[in-house]
T-cell receptor, first 114, second 115 residues
Framework: DAGITQSPRHKVTETGTPVTLRCHQT?????MYWYRQDPGHGLRLIHY???????DKGEVSDGYSVSRSKTEDFLLTLESATSSQTSVYFC?????????????FGEGSRLTVL | GENVEQHPSTLSVQEGDSAVIKCTYS??????FPWYKQELGKGPQLIID?????GEKKDQRIAVTLNKTAKHFSLHITETQPEDSAVYFC??????????????FGKGTSLLVTP
């Protein structure tokens, strides 16, 4: 299994509070991603990183920010959580190989916003 | 952007039967098509992938076919076993994506294999 650790694995919070999810990798892969998974929507890309301090938006980035100060850590922040951000969040990593590199996923972080 | 449609959303088969999941994509420049399996409470895991210069690929009981003209690709699982029960996602990587090497996923198929 790829060395990816997400924390926390479960969190319940209230609307309007800030939340930070952490993804830590031990593979030294260049690319890191945050996806959210919701019933009926599959996996949707929130933000991704292509190097230290290099990040960009995915298709559902509103309400989220990210930071990557070290190769191994990618943080996802919800500045003011809303109920629509209740979801399971997955971190993924990859190393580009040829036409496409395999994504390795973490175990997920389940966030409930009340 | 790339849009990946996946069907069916749920599939129930008896042990030993075959299962087929189909996906279509919109971006004709997409060139990489992986399939991921997600077991309950876990993250998705790659089970097989196919690149645009290949029409079919097999790995034991699973196979993937790609029809670039029709822009669709399919996952075939033969001799299904209860441990094949999971959610399966297809995905596509656009050629000119502005999202790095991120993948666009279908909405998933929940496969149940009954003994």
């Amino acid at each position: 299994d790829a060395g990816i650790t997400q924390s926390p694995r479960h969190k319940v919070t209230e609307t309007g509070t800030p939340v930070t999810l952490r993804c830590h990798q031990t593979e030294n892969h260049r690319y890191m991603y945050w996806y959210r998974q919701d019933p009926g929507h599959g996996l949707r890309l929130i933000h991704y990183s292509y190097g230290v301090k290099d990040t960009d938006k995915g298709e559902v980035s509103d309400g989220y920010s990210v930071s990557r100060s070290k190769t191994e850590d990618f943080l996802l922040t919800l500045e003011s959580a809303t109920s629509s951000q209740t979801s399971v969040y997955f971190c993924a990593i990859s190393e580009y190989v040829g036409l496409g590199g395999e994504l390795f996923f973490g175990e997920g972080s389940r966030l409930t916003v009340l | 952007g790339e849009n990946v449609e996946q069907h069916p959303s749920t599939l129930s088969v008896q042990e030993g039967d075959s299962a087929v999941i189909k996906c279509t994509y919109s971006d004709s420049a997409s060139n990489y098509f992986p399939w991921y399996k997600q077991e309950l409470g876990k993250g998705p895991q790659l089970i097989i992938d196919i690149r645009s210069n290949v029409g079919e690929k097999k790995d034991q009981r699973i196979a993937v076919t790609l029809n670039k003209t029709a822009k669709h690709f399919s996952l075939h699982i033969t001799e299904t076993q209860p441990e094949d029960s999971a959610v399966y996602f297809c995905a596509a990587k656009p050629e000119n994506s502005n999202s790095g090497y991120a993948l666009n996923f279908g909405k998933g198929t929940s496969l149940l294999v009954t003994p």
